[in-house]
């Protein structure tokens, strides 16, 4: 059976200060990890964090039907949207 480390498809390089390296060093030795391990493992869960940040969010209840009631409310001023709907993107034009 292939280890994991074999079934990984790219490098990725990293440079790092003498007393940063030492440091993970030690935290992956007690984790009984390796360094790669370590770095990639804290690596994917940061990413992760970062990642849901951007795509999700958690309300209370009261939160949440202050946020659904403002989805549902009417336009304070429709035309307005209609103009900016109707306005070409400054990216094509």
């Given amino acids: ?6 079934l990984r498809e790219t490098n990725i390089n990293l440079r790092a200060k003498v007393a940063e ?9 007690l ?5 790669s391990g370590f770095i990639l ?11 849901a940040d951007q795509t999700r969010f ?10 659904v009631a403002s989805l549902e409310a009417p336009l304070p001023d429709p035309e307005a ?3 900016l709907l109707a306005r070409t993107p400054a990216l094509e034009g």
Avoid: C, P, Y
Wanted: net charge positive; no cysteine.
């Fill in 1 to 6: 059976m292939a280890n994991a480390t074999s």
């Fill in 21 to 29: 390296k030492e440091m993970i060093d030690r935290a992956a030795e």
């Fill in 31 to 35: 984790l009984g990890q390796s360094r």
């Fill in 41 to 51: 493992e804290a690596s994917l869960r940061r990413a992760q964090t970062v990642l």
């Fill in 58 to 67: 958690v309300l209370s209840e009261a939160e949440w039907d202050k946020f």
């Fill in 81 to 83: 949207l209609r103009r």
